[in-house]
């Protein structure tokens, strides 16, 4: 049976087996998505597909990219990358050192962007670090390995594609390792696990589409926590934060935020 009550029961077992809540997300689109692969697999109910994700790791691979969506590019609205760049320009001047955090990085162009535009600003990589982090296991490691088809290279000027990317072969890019350097990844759940502190900007984008608003709000809270003051938050286009100011967030235009001086 594939009714809600079994889809909770189904939700439970995974947070044990695979250590993964869906609880914070938008429960409908979830239980479509597992349930498209249950009828893949020709099952009518989610026991035995909680058999299949156990025999089999490939299959458990699978679940994790037909939940979460791992679309992006490289300076993905590239206008918005050149309002990030001045404003990072601007916090240098007051800050010696400082990390940049993708947070929901997918399989890396977002923090390997910001590492080529740290590098294009020769900020020094000891003093300015990226850190990117994501809840899927399998995204992370092609983000460690840094290689790209083309396309997703678009807002790349030639000449800047030819000073960070090696090309391969078979026609793709692949990342050099002084871009790949400055970038720490790790897995982390943003519904569940602490954040660093003190950071110089966050960037979420297109990560909380699928989250029910009680867990955007803490979301979005902790961010606020995890800023240093005067912190960047640099967020997707449609990703409004209703009250921001009420938990310490200036809205500096669309897409950015500014953790507020004289709040903790
Ligand atoms: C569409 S991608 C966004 C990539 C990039 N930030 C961008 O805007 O191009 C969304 C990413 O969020 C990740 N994600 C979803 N839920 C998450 C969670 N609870 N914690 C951490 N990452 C999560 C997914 O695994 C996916 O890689």
């Known amino acids: 049976m594939l009714d809600n009550e079994s889809f909770m029961k189904f939700a439970d077992a995974i ?12 429960i409908e689109r979830m239980k479509r998505r597992v349930d498209f692969l249950i009828r893949k697999y020709g099952f009518d109910n989610y026991n035995e597909y909680l058999k299949l994700l156990d025999k089999d790791p490939s299959k458990q691979k699978e679940f994790f990219d037909r939940i979460t969506i791992n679309v992006t590019e490289f300076f993905r609205n590239p206008d918005k990358w050149e309002k990030f760049k001045r404003y990072i320009e601007i916090e240098m001047k007051t800050t010696p050192r400082g990390t940049i955090w993708s947070a929901g990085c997918a399989s890396g162009e977002e923090p390997y962007s910001i590492a080529i535009m740290l590098e294009e600003m020769h900020a020094s990589p000891i003093n300015y670090k990226v850190l990117a982090s994501d809840l899927d296991p399998n995204i992370l490691e092609v ?3 840094g290689i790209y088809d083309k396309k997703s290279l678009v807002n790349i000027k030639e000449s800047v594609r030819d000073k960070y990317f090696k090309k391969l072969e078979d026609g793709r890019f692949q990342v050099i390792d002084k871009i790949k350097k400055r970038v720490t990844f790790k ?5 569940a696990d602490p954040f660093e ?3 110089m900007a966050i960037l979420c984008r297109n ?3 699928y989250f029910e608003m009680d867990a955007k709000e803490k979301l979005y809270r902790k961010f606020a926590e995890a800023l240093k003051p005067g912190g960047i938050l640099f967020v997707g286009g449609t990703e409004r934060i209703f009250n921001s100011r009420k938990i310490g967030l200036e809205p500096i235009e669309p897409f950015f ?3 507020m001086v004289n709040v903790k």
């Open 15 to 26: 947070r044990k087996k695979l250590n993964f809540d869906m609880s914070g997300y938008k």
């Open 143 to 145: 983000a460690k390995k």
């Open 187 to 191: 897995r982390q759940n943003l519904l």
């Open 197 to 199: 502190k003190n950071l």
């Open 207 to 209: 990560v909380v589409i």
């Open 257 to 259: 935020y500014k953790k």
